[in-house]
């Protein structure tokens, strides 16, 4: 088994990487039961997959273990469904002890996660991410929160888990393409830290059937967990993860949620930050031609035409952006990031119009 620590003094926290490791938990988390009520967090799906067998494994364990369901898609992280949770907890007679068992992908991660920060002033969680998304990038970090009228994520908090159990095997019910989106994740990873890691990534991406899943999942975690150690709370290095976000993100808002995945989206947005990097003298012409070359190796859906144009506000409004200064990321090489002030709509405007 791999564990890759999260380091962030009295809030650390182990991320464990195995295949198999679901029928692990109730040995690993033995001294963590003190006769509290558990509440596994979750969708009706996966507790038909794999939770309702955690569930009993749990019980046999001798844990006292009850669930909650909460729907699929981003409703799920909506201020009724976390009141929802909240009242069913309370129905539950949960209670300070209670401890939370987020299994799912992102959406059940970061509503549960929020849960777990609020429910009477915080109580201790755990995430078991299902998609390779959530194994990848959102379990990790403590970023939870849900969705407002007015946009994604605008209410949450970062409260770091407890532990997070990584289980690859659990990949083979999800859908390729949530693979294909999570697997942009893991090349941002090497694109933004480890140029020997990016360029083995994108070699597997000839054949995903064998890709190495253990293995990658394993080290993208590490990258992560080394720059949320360092900088919880984003005032500089963990603002590397945003690469190829500042764009992603606004495709996924013109086009709307749930039209285009996150993580195609993501490597969309790599590939304009890597065409900006080139054009202001960074990244090199040919080092950008295979940059950009491994990241279409990917099975990316065709984006549908758009007017760049009506994308500028979307970046305008990222939360990344501070005091209106947008802090764009990009590549001095591949394998390592920074980030600059330089970026000027022209730049953005002509990057967006190499990936329609
Ligand atoms: N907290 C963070 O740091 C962070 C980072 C990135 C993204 N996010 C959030 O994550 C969310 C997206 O997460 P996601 O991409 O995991 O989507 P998701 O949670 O919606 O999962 C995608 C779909 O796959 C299904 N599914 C999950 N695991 C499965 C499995 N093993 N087999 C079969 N089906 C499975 C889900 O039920 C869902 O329908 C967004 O809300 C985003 O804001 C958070
Ligand atoms: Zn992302």
Redesign the pocket.
Same mark, same amino acid.
């Given at each position: 088994m791999k564990t890759i620590n999260v380091n962030l003094e009295k809030r650390s926290y182990p991320i464990y990487v195995e295949n198999g490791l679901i029928k692990e938990i109730p040995s690993i988390l033995k001294d963590h039961n003190k006769d509290q009520k558990w509440i596994i967090i979750s969708q009706h799906r996966l507790m038909e997959f794999f939770g309702f067998e955690l569930m009993n494994q749990l019980k046999q364990a001798g844990y006292s273990v009850d669930y909650i369901t909460v729907p699929t898609g981003e409703t799920a992280k909506s201020i009724l469904e976390f009141n929802r949770i909240i009242s069913q907890m309370i129905e539950m007679k949960c209670d300070r002890s209670t401890t939370i068992l987020a299994l799912g992908g992102g959406v059940v991660g970061d509503a549960a996660g929020f849960v777990a920060s609020s429910f009477m002033r915080g109580i201790d969680y755990y995430q078991i991410p299902t998609t390779l @998304?959530a194994m990848v990038?959102?379990s990790i970090g403590g970023k939870t929160g849900i969705n407002i009228a007015e946009g994604k994520n605008l209410v949450g908090a970062i409260y770091q888990p407890k532990g997070v159990f990584v289980d690859p095997t659990i990949l083979e019910s999800l859908p390729k393409e949530e693979v294909v989106s999570g697997l942009g994740?893991i090349l941002?990873y090497g694109a933004i830290k480890d140029a020997t890691f990016f360029s083995a990534t994108s070699q597997h991406l000839e054949n995903i059937d064998a890709f190495p899943f253990e293995d990658a999942i394993a080290r993208s975690c590490e990258i992560k967990a080394t720059i949320v150690s360092q900088d919880e709370r984003e005032g500089g290095l963990r603002r590397l @993860?945003?690469f190829?976000?500042t764009i992603?993100h606004a495709l996924e808002a013109h086009f709307g949620y749930g039209q285009i995945r996150?993580?195609d989206a993501?490597s969309y947005g790599m590939i304009s930050a890597g065409w900006i990097s080139k054009e202001l003298g960074l990244l090199k012409k040919d080092d950008y031609k295979t940059f950009k070359q491994s990241i279409l190796r990917l099975p990316l859906p065709i984006l549908n035409k758009f007017d760049p144009v009506s994308l500028l506000p979307f970046i305008k409004n990222d939360k990344k952006t501070i005091s209106g200064q947008l802090h764009f990321v990009i590549l001095n090489q591949i394998g390592s990031a920074d980030t600059t002030e330089k970026v000027t709509d022209e730049l953005l405007l002509n990057s967006m119009k190499i990936i329609q």
């Open positions: @998304l990038d959102s994740e941002k @993860l945003n190829g976000h992603g996150h993580g993501v």
